[in-house]
Every structure is written in structure tokens, then in C-alpha cells.
């Protein structure tokens, strides 16, 4: 099975440029999560909002048009789709998606970005604790839980280009980091740094006003996470570092 996870910043966008119906000819992924879709399906082209052999699933803000949006295509069909972690200020902003199978429970995120001052970054703390408590009540349920996206917070120093120039930046504050360091004390399980604990200069993000992505200077804020007691059925994971349309490469694990 291949997961892909996907921050598009806009899906008209990216498939107005020809970027998203190919990822699906291309990779065959079995699931595919998408970010920032900033759409609803009725304003979606028939050929993106329903492709051929899959299953979709959208959930989008309640309170704001073109923003924010998450989205599943999966060739078999879940046996439970659920929307939001049953916490009213955060699920209006149509941030969370998720499909349950026999063997594990998939959550697709868009977590909140702490820029615009303190009031979004204390906003985007109190997602992170209320979402981590989420997924420990499904494991309590004896799910295998896997959750994937844009966590929008690069966690060590390797997983960013300029970390020296960022400490005092949202996405790289050590309270942000310590919430990443915080799910992973609780057994879940960073893929791809542990697979490839000292890779660099592997992004996943890179600002599109300064070009960065020509000089690969990027951020790895885009990841998947699992709990411990699946991992020995992970193979592999990695990024489409070549891959565009959107600021956001797609990264992809395979089980």
C-alpha cells in the first residue's frame, strides 16, 4: 500500500497547472492526502474532485471560503470516515479528515500555522494538545493509528535549511518543536527520521516569494507519523522532491 500526503496550497490551482491528476497515473498511490485544499467539492472540476477508481472525502472551514481544507482519495472504501476531533473551535477551520480500516485509522491534518501574532500561535498549541489527545483516546480503542500532513513546525535543526535564522520564527519555536518531541515520547513514531535519522537537506517546504526552492532552501514540516506497534509493517518513506505545483512537495510511505 502507498500513502501520499500533499499540501497543495490550492487545489484549483495546482490542477489548473496540470499537477494533480497525474500524481495518481504516475505514483498509483492506494490513499492520497491532501492540505490546503482551499476548496469545496461543488467548486472542484468533475475530474478532480472525483477520480476514477477512488473514493473522496472532503471536509472544509464552516466560517471561511477559500481557506484552510483537507481532503482523502482511497481506492477501497473506509469502513468509517470521520471529520474534526470533536473539538468545535478547531473543527471549523475543516482541518482534519480521517478513514478507518481493519488494521489501522489514517488522519489526514492541516495544522494551524502560529503566524499573525500570539493569538493564532496560542491557537495552534491548544490544536496540538487537543489533537494529541485525540489520537491517545484512539489508541486506548486499540486502533493503530497513522497521521499525516502539514504539521507546519520543523522539528530539529537538520530539518530545516537555516536554523541559526529561525529560532525566534513560528514553525521552528522550541514550544512548537517540544510538542513534536512530546508525540514522539508517546511511541509514535516519526517515519521518515527513522528510516533516514541523518539525512539533510531533504525539505518538503520552500517559500515561493524568495525562490528558495532553486537553492533548496527549504523545511521539513510535512510528515508522517505512526504509532510504534505498526511500524513493522512500514517499508519505506520518502519525498517527490522534483515534484510541483504548489510550495509543498508531496512525501509518500509505503506499508
Known sequence: MKIISWNTNGLRATAKQGFFTPLFKDERPDIVCLQETKAEPEQLPEEVCNIPGYFSYFSHPKVKK??????????????????????????????????????????????????????RLRYKLEFYDAFLRFILKLRKNSENVIFCGDVNTAHEAI?????????????????????????????????????????????????????????????????FFA?????????????????????????????
Open 66 to 119: 477559500g481557506y484552510s481544507g483537507v481532503a482523502i482519495y482511497c481506492k477501497e472504501k473506509p469502513k468509517e470516515i470521520f471529520y474534526g476531533i470533536g473539538v468545535k473551535k478547531f473543527d471549523t477551520e475543516g482541518r482534519i479528515v480521517g478513514v478507518k480500516y481493519k488494521n489501522f485509522t489514517l488522519i489526514n491534518g492541516y495544522f494551524p500555522n502560529g503566524g499573525q501574532g500570539p493569538e
Open 159 to 223: 530539518d530545516l535549511a537555516r536554523p541559526k535564522a529561525n529560532e525566534e520564527n513560528t514553525g521552528f519555536l522550541p514550544i512548537e518543536r517540544a510538542w513534536i518531541s512530546k508525540v514522539i515520547k508517546n511511541n509514535f513514531v516519526d517515519i521518515f527520521r527513522k528510516f533516514y535519522p541523518d539525512k539533510k537537506d531533504v525539505y518538503t517546504y520552500w517559500d515561493q516569494k524568495t525562490r528558495s526552492r532553486d537553492r533548496n532552501v527549504g523545511w521539513r514540516i510535512d510528515y
Open 227 to 255: 504509532d510504534i506497534k505498526i511500524l513493522p509493517k512500514i517499508k519505506n518513506t520518502g519525498m517527490l522532491s522534483d515534484y510541483y505545483g504548489s510550495d509543498h512537495c508531496p512525501v509518500w510511505l509505503e506499508m
